[in-house]
């Protein structure tokens, strides 16, 4: 079954590296209320973890503690735990149903990296991967270092709240209303999605969906969740950790520009590359509507698809940087924010933190 | 006569109201059927010989003719069907293994008829092509698995041999031979003008077509007419025939009488010698010696060139495609059972081979469950007939598709399914120069032309209705494909979803 939707986000990034708590970015999903209908909101928000900034960061869903006990015992396999625990969470009427919702912090052993012959990303992205495939009732809705993703079924705010995000500081945050048009209301369905300290926000709907899928499970990604955003987020994973892309080549390749400007590019490298990249992954080239902030270590990129099918703005304040698909979002985090403009479409915005602020 | 006597398949109906005796079908028609009575001042006719090709019927200048199948029949029987006791009495009267052309023209599932598209409501916005930019441009070639990067970080651009195509389709392979020189003038010009592809086929290339040599791929089959180095190196690509979709496992047979003159000279055979090749290529009895090939001709030609190979679509396909997407080709062409010929064994040509469908849903599986998509692009042909079979192929996941039939249709061919006799009386499958300058190539390659801009509009239009604005979106985008009345195990042969799910 796939599900379709439209969606709200919003994203704020300090570039001096400054810690913000959660407040902002929830309130940022207010008045884009009418853009969710309580099926699912989250956020993640970078930087939050400073105490435990060398270790991954699991965010799991349980669904009974025998399930939980054995993950437990599977992740101490390959894994040092250097803590698990409950994420802390507040009772509240709008948000019910919760799963048994963990964290843990984890880092490979180095023994089983050396015997597998793989690096540590790769080894934790297919431990996520193999644990949400083949673990019934677990899942890995966040894996990145110094990160964490937070998400439930229910209107972005009110999930904020209940995640208590006003106790967490961070230096980018991004967050995520959905309006699926057809969902069972599934936790994991909730975005942002994740894999390792890549996070999407989604608004859109692609049509590419099912060429992409096909193309990107052939590397060893599974997409369980037939999301959109699930497969965005495994394909820049593919491009930028796996293929060495840089963030704007990798943008090249999902909004790829139209032959026609690639032939009309003056610069003959630039040129060459944009028709290398076409010409070689065709197959990730994402069409039909879309606007995604994808979060990282140490910046964001905001993006929209070649047509700019669907809203985006962009605004500007001293150090922070604001991404929303309405002017409106912006206001709330900012009410003086400047440089209000919408990105054109397949033209990345990309904001990183400012040589070692952070 | 008495027992050897088969009733005519057609009849002859001339409306003596309207015929003026003007002996136009008289001249036009080389099976000589109609003929004058001087005696009775009337047209009269032999519809014994007649093939139905329509070609007196389309130039009678008063509308005097039709041609009709003939009702005196045979009893009815569904068991013992009148073409089968037929092919009987033509055996028992001659001995022989019955020759027929073109595709096979029996009621066996066409899965493109039982598939359908998808397109966006509400939640996903179509695209209007006549204001969007729509996107057709594929490029066929093994794809490099890694980015590399010189010393100063910048990406090093260097691709294998690609085929660039302004849409997804080129004009599959036909010799010249089994069709005439204004046939394949027709089909180089048209893909010149269209910026696609046409194929030699097996019998060399003429020299006066080498100048089309950047839209032509040049075919190297068994018999290895016409085969060399300049050859290899005149066209864009290369193609080594395996097989073909009308007669799997069987090599080709060219009648002396259609060896003569320049098809002689093209071919590098004799005048008036059968131009028999083998079913095997002699020096291919493994997938390691095809590698050895594909690298020979790549040698050859210094790797700049893209190598296709052909083959027919047989029941195990997805594990033959395995092996040829590691052999170092770039392209795998599939021939479906249904695909064209000029002359084939008609038990074979019926009854032989599976449907291009089912094998390119089990290639293109296999290919990525093996991680090598990325090694080959694909090429499906064997009776794509339509812009909707090009887009549901492409949505099966064909990089672009092979036309013969459709592409001989636009130039005249009514489909009377009797090529091997080379009497066409459209110009086509012939080498009689009387009926050869019946086709002629500016207007041949102009109605060419004309399809493909016309199904290359249809099919902006069909992928503008799905949301998607660039043909490699749709490729392999099986989610954007239903089925109708299609059983549990074809919809997971074909790897989509029935309509209503
Ligand atoms: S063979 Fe063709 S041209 Fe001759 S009578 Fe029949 S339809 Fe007419
Ligand atoms: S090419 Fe000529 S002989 Fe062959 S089917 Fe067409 S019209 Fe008949």
């Known amino acids: 079954m796939r599900i379709p939707s439209g969606c709200a986000i919003a994203a704020v990034i300090s570039r001096t590296g400054r810690r913000m708590t959660g407040g902002a970015i929830m309130e940022a999903m207010k008045p884009m209320h009418d853009r969710s209908n309580g099926l699912g909101g989250g956020f993640a928000g970078y930087g939050i973890y400073p105490d435990y900034k060398d270790f991954y960061a699991f965010h799991m869903f349980f669904d009974c503690r025998d399930t ?85 079924v229910g209107f972005p705010e009110d999930v904020g709240v209940f995640y208590r995000l006003d106790e967490y500081e961070g230096y980018s945050w991004t967050a995520h209303g959905r309006y699926p048009t057809n969902t069972p209301g599934w936790w994991g369905g909730a975005h942002p999605f994740t894999l390792l300290d890549y996070s999407v926000v989604h608004n859109g709907e692609i049509s590419s969906y099912d060429a992409n899928r096909r193309y990107i499970e052939m590397f060893g990604y599974k997409c369980t969740l037939q999301t959109d955003t699930e497969v965005i987020t495994y394909i820049l994973d593919y491009l ?78 001293d150090d922070r940087v604001f991404i929303a698909s309405e002017e409106a979002a912006i206001r709330v985090m900012e009410p003086d924010a400047e440089k209000i403009w919408a990105p054109s479409g397949g033209e990345p915005v990309i904001v990183t933190l400012k040589e070692g602020a952070f | 006569m008495g027992v050897e006597f088969i009733y005519p398949e057609f009849e002859v109906v001339r409306n003596y109201d309207r015929c003026i005796a003007c002996r136009v079908c008289e001249r036009q028609c080389a099976n000589e059927v109609h003929f004058y009575s001087e005696e009775r001042g009337v047209m009269i006719s032999d519809e014994a010989k007649c093939v139905d090709c329509q070609r007196c019927v389309s130039l009678c200048p008063t509308r005097a003719l039709k041609i009709v199948k003939s009702d005196s ?30 595709g096979n023209p029996k009621p066996l599932p066409v899965y493109w008829d039982k598939i359908l598209i998808n397109a966006s409501q509400v939640t996903n916005p179509p695209i209007d092509p006549l204001r969007e930019p ?37 004009f599959s392979a036909m010799s010249y031979g089994s069709i005439s020189y204004n046939a394949h003038a027709s089909l180089a010009r048209a893909a010149t003008e269209l910026g696609i592809l046409y194929n030699t ?7 006066d077509f080498y100048k089309y040599g950047k839209n032509t791929v040049v075919q190297v089959a068994s018999g290895r007419f016409g085969v060399h180095e300049d050859y290899l190196n005149a066209g864009a690509a290369i193609e080594i025939k395996m097989g073909q979709g009308a007669k799997p496992g069987i090599g080709g047979h060219l009648p002396g009488a259609k060896i003569v003159g ?49 083959v027919a679509a ?65 090429v499906v042909g064997g009776s794509i007939r339509s812009a909707a079979d090009v887009i549901k192929a492409v949505a099966l996941g064909a990089d672009a598709c092979y036309v013969a039939t459709a592409a001989l249709l636009a130039l005249g061919c009514h489909l009377c399914r009797t090529c091997q006799s080379g009497k066409c009386n459209w ?75």
Request: glycine share 8%; aromatic share 6%; hydrophobic share 40%.
């Open chain 1, 68 to 152: 939980r006990k054995k993950c437990e015992a599977f992740l101490k396999e390959s894994f040092e735990v250097v803590k698990g625990e409950l994420i802390p969470t507040r009772k509240m009427p709008e948000i019910t149903d919760e799963p048994i919702i963990w964290r843990y912090f984890v880092t490979p052993l180095r023994s089983v990296l050396a015997d597998l012959q793989l690096d540590e990303k790769e080894f934790v992205a297919r431990t996520v991967m193999k644990i949400n495939v083949e673990m019934n009732g677990a899942y890995v809705f966040s894996s990145g270092k110094n990160m964490g993703t937070f998400k439930a």
């Open chain 1, 240 to 317: 930028i950790r796996r293929q060495g892309l840089t963030l704007t080549e990798a943008a090249s390749v999902i909004a790829a520009p139209f032959w026609s400007t690639i032939e009309n590019t003056t610069n003959s490298y630039e040129k060459e590359k944009l028709r290398y990249l076409r010409t070689v992954f065709p197959s990730l080239l994402i069409t039909g509507p879309f606007s995604i902030v994808l979060g990282f270590d140490g910046g964001l990129m905001a993006l929209n698809d070649r047509l700019k099918l669907r809203s985006m703005v962009v605004g500007e304040k």
């Open chain 2, 73 to 102: 029949t045979l009893r009815e029987n569904a068991n013992w069907q009148n073409d089968t006791i037929k092919e009987i009495y033509k055996q028992a009267n001659s001995g022989g293994v019955l020759l027929s052309s073109m």
């Open chain 2, 134 to 170: 729509m996107e057709t441009q594929v490029f066929l070639g093994k794809k490099p698995s890694r980015i590399e990067r010189g010393k100063d970080g910048k990406i090093k651009c260097e691709l294998p041999p690609q085929i660039a195509l302004s849409l997804p389709v080129m």
């Open chain 2, 201 to 207: 086929g097996e019998g060399g290339l003429h020299e």
């Open chain 2, 262 to 310: 320049d098809v002689s000279r093209t071919r590098m055979i004799p005048e008036r010698s059968d131009a028999i090749s083998p079913a095997p290529h002699h020096d291919i009895y493994s997938i390691e010696d095809l590698r050895q090939l594909v690298f020979s001709l790549k040698e050859a030609t210094q790797y700049k060139k893209p190598v296709i190979v052909k």
């Open chain 2, 314 to 378: 047989v029941h195990n396909i997805a594990a033959i495609a395995s092996g040829i997407a590691r052999s170092g080709a770039d392209v795998i062409a599939i021939d479906g059972f249904r695909g064209g010929t000029g002359a084939a064994p008609t038990r074979i040509r019926d009854n032989v081979g599976i449907p291009v469908e089912l094998a390119l849903a089990a290639v293109d599986k296999r290919l990525r469950d093996e991680g090598i998509r990325g090694n080959v692009s694909l």
């Open chain 2, 427 to 501: 110009g086509i499958a012939t080498q009689r120069p009387d009926l050869v300058k019946r086709l002629n190539p500016d207007i041949g390659s102009a109605r060419l032309v004309n399809l493909m801009t016309a199904w290359r509009h249809e099919i902006m239009e069909i992928m503008g209705g799905m949301g998607i604005n660039s043909i490699e979106a749709l490729r392999g985008n099986r989610l954007m494909l239903r089925g109708v009345g299609l059983n549990e195990k074809e919809l997971e042969i074909l790897g989509i979803s029935h309509a209503g799910e």
